[in-house]
């Protein structure tokens, strides 16, 4: 079965930046949108960006202007670069595929310290 693999998360302090990066242990046909998503302690899992297979993307408001998503079709790795990180953006990222069916990443902790 093919799973996400995710990478990049840490900790860092406020104004620092990460990169998360995500790719398929396997080949997963007719990808259309790669996304980043991400849930904080007793907060509802959110999106934070998207990306079509034409390049298309997608920002939550909170990361606009912060966060860059971006994708290699050829490797079907999406990356999320954020800078500017914020105390608010702690959370554990999950990466999702959607295809004709749907796939998580494990998830990675980001840890913004003020």
Known sequence: QVQLVESGGGLVQA?????????????????????????????????????TR???TNYADSVK?????SRDNAKNTVYLQMNSLKPE??????????????????GTQVTVSS
Do not use: H
Request: aromatic share 14%; proline share 3%; charged share 15%.
């Open 65 to 69: 202007g912060r966060f860059t998503i």
């Open 54 to 56: 034409g390049g298309s």
């Open 15 to 51: 104004g620092g930046s990460l990169r998360l990066s995500c790719a398929p242990s396997g080949i997963i046909f007719s990808i259309n949108a790669m996304g980043w998503y991400r849930q904080a302690p007793g907060k509802q899992r959110e999106l934070v960006a998207a990306i």
């Open 89 to 106: 953006d702690t959370a554990v990222y999950y990466c999702n595929v959607a295809a004709r069916y749907d796939y998580w990443g494990q």
